[in-house]
């Protein structure tokens, strides 16, 4: 199994996840000539994507789903409540199959086993993913604004994990956002900094991680060496062994051993 990102940040999000005969994508923030040109950057067509998975209904995850499943008849799964929040993008007389899942439910795409879970975060039924092979784990957690324990069951002795990091909470607070956004993004509905994230990561048994990448950092409000420094110290690694999911690159493919 091996993963990359299309781009990770407030202007737009996508992850890719395979295994054998199976590609998906969670989520798709951006327009439909930018996913094709981040997908051939990775090497892949859309085309070849077996489905797409979408987190929630905000347009930086789900601005940019429909119009490529719709043109590439690409299947989608999501929740109920993420369902009724995007019907408005759906394209008239769309031919997308769409696929309404149980958050808490195991089910398979292809070769690929996929876990959803809640998050507390401002949208309808929000959820984030483990991706499994039946032996290795991927963990994805990010658009949360606090930890549960049921989240840190979910990733926890995972094999490689995609980790929010969205803010420095010293730099959102002493930052350019109005005080009604820093609230909201500081909420427990809202996004995670790095110390709460950091403090996931000591609770959970992180002893199989072959890859622990950041995503979701603010442009205004967190910077690369400030995730990297809290992260690897509570790892106890060098911080160039974090990676970073970047806005424009995201990360090419990591592979899962």
Same mark, same amino acid.
């Given at each position: 199994?091996?993963?990359?990102?299309?781009? +990770?940040?407030?202007?737009?999000? @996508?992850?890719?996840?395979?295994?054998?005969?199976?590609?998906?994508?969670?989520?798709?923030?951006?327009?439909?000539?930018?996913?094709?040109?981040?997908?051939?950057?990775?090497?892949?067509?859309?085309?070849?994507?077996?489905?797409? =998975?979408?987190? %929630?209904? %905000?347009?930086? %995850?789900?601005?940019?789903?429909?119009?490529?499943?719709?043109?590439?008849?690409?299947? #989608?799964?999501?929740?109920?409540?993420?369902?009724?929040?995007?019907?408005?993008?759906?394209? /008239?007389?769309?031919?997308?199959?769409?696929?309404?899942?149980?958050?808490?439910?195991?089910?398979? !795409?292809?070769?690929?086993?996929?876990?959803?879970?809640?998050?507390?975060?401002? $949208?309808?039924?929000?959820?984030?993913?483990?991706?499994?092979?039946?032996?290795?784990?991927? @963990?994805?957690?990010?658009?949360?604004?606090?930890?549960?324990?049921? !989240?840190?069951?979910?990733?926890?002795?995972?094999?490689?994990?995609?980790?929010?990091?969205?803010? /420095?909470?010293?730099?959102?607070?002493?930052?350019?956002?109005?005080?009604?956004?820093?609230?909201?993004?500081? +909420?427990?509905?809202? %996004?995670? /900094?790095? &110390?709460?994230?950091? @403090? !996931?990561?000591?609770?959970?048994?992180?002893?199989?991680? &072959?890859?622990?990448?950041? $995503?979701?950092? +603010?442009?205004?409000?967190? +910077?690369? $060496?400030? #995730?990297?420094?809290?992260?690897?110290? #509570? =790892?106890?690694?060098?911080?160039?062994?974090?990676?970073?999911?970047? &806005? /424009? #690159? @995201?990360?090419?493919?990591?592979?899962?051993?």
């Amino acid at each position: 199994m091996r993963f990359a990102s299309l781009g +990770s940040g407030s202007a737009g999000n @996508g992850l890719l996840v395979e295994h054998q005969q199976t590609t998906l994508l969670m989520d798709c923030g951006f327009g439909i000539r930018d996913s094709v040109n981040r997908l051939e950057r990775l090497g892949v067509t859309p085309e070849s994507l077996t489905g797409i =998975l979408v987190t %929630h209904e %905000h347009d930086d %995850h789900a601005g940019g789903v429909f119009k490529l499943a719709n043109k590439y008849r690409i299947p #989608v799964w999501l929740t109920h409540g993420t369902y009724k929040m995007v019907e408005r993008l759906l394209p /008239d007389n769309h031919q997308i199959a769409i696929h309404v899942i149980d958050s808490h439910q195991l089910f398979s !795409i292809g070769d690929i086993q996929v876990q959803p879970f809640p998050v507390p975060h401002d $949208a309808r039924e929000p959820v984030q993913y483990v991706f499994s092979n039946g032996d290795k784990k991927l @963990g994805v957690l990010t658009d949360t604004g606090t930890s549960t324990p049921h !989240i840190e069951a979910m990733l926890n002795a995972c094999d490689a994990l995609l980790l929010e990091c969205n803010h /420095d909470l010293d730099m959102l607070m002493n930052g350019p956002y109005t005080w009604t956004l820093k609230q909201r993004v500081s +909420s427990r509905l809202g %996004h995670l /900094d790095n &110390q709460s994230s950091a @403090g !996931i990561l000591d609770k959970i048994d992180t002893s199989k991680l &072959q890859h622990l990448i950041a $995503a979701h950092l +603010s442009a205004k409000n967190n +910077s690369q $060496a400030l #995730v990297k420094k809290v992260l690897s110290e #509570v =790892l106890n690694c060098e911080e160039d062994w974090i990676g970073i999911a970047d &806005q /424009d #690159v @995201g990360f090419t493919w990591r592979q899962i051993a």
